[in-house]
């Protein structure tokens, strides 16, 4: 068993018999009382968020899993099909795995996946992904001085808001987590 000082962001553990991730882990001190650590995780299987309190130096169970990056070659139906680069062995990985960021996925990218045995239990994308803008309006010349918005298509086929002056053909960095335009690539 580990304790509260072994446990970080990122760190797997059992919460009331489920598999959950610590989303955010912090220490806190409040006034005469004693510290505590307040954690927010993410339950695997149905994705749903918890918080949960823990007194410093309790013991916690946290589960050994296997971060491996496999290389996202296509999708079939519901699944991705990812390779390990060291055997080429092929593994199909659910969509769901990847929450909203599967809509930014290219071929070719690497992805971190979570295995717990021989099962996969956690898949995440890339922070950032460059994609190239299809289609979106026309910008025109001294759109540069307001932050407004408009809607374009990129290449995945995922449409989001990117700056007046992006035009079609040209490559944008975007945040997977979130969805939102980060920068012009050059």
């Known amino acids: 068993m580990a304790t509260t000082q072994d446990v970080s962001v990122g760190t797997f553990l059992r919460?009331?018999?489920e598999l959950c991730v610590i989303i955010e882990w912090q220490h806190r001190t409040p006034g005469n009382l004693r510290a505590f650590y307040q954690a927010k995780m993410r339950n695997i299987k149905n994705g749903k968020l918890a918080e949960n309190r823990y007194r410093s130096g309790e013991?916690?169970?946290?589960?050994r899993v296997?971060?491996?990056p496999?290389?996202?070659l296509y999708k079939e139906g519901n699944s991705f099909v990812c390779m390990e680069n060291e055997t080429y062995e092929q593994v199909?990985?659910?969509?769901?795995?990847f929450g909203e960021s599967a809509k930014f996925?290219?071929?070719?990218?690497e992805v971190n996946v979570a295995f717990e045995?021989?099962?996969?239990?956690?898949?995440e994308a890339p922070r950032s992904v460059e994609l190239e803008v299809t289609y979106t309006e026309p910008g025109m010349k001294g759109d540069t001085a307001t932050k407004t918005l408009k809607p374009a298509t990129l290449e995945t086929g995922a449409t989001i808001n990117i700056p007046l002056f992006i035009n079609i053909g040209e490559k944008i960095k975007i945040d997977t987590r979130t969805g939102e335009?980060?920068?012009r690539v050059k």
């Open 181 to 183: 335009y980060m920068e």
């Open 117 to 123: 045995g021989d099962n996969v239990i956690y898949a």
């Open 92 to 97: 199909y990985i659910e969509e769901a795995l």
């Open 105 to 109: 996925m290219k071929e070719n990218m």
């Open 15 to 17: 919460y009331n018999g």
């Open 70 to 72: 496999l290389q996202y």
């Open 59 to 63: 013991e916690i169970e946290v589960v």
């Open 66 to 68: 296997d971060m491996r």
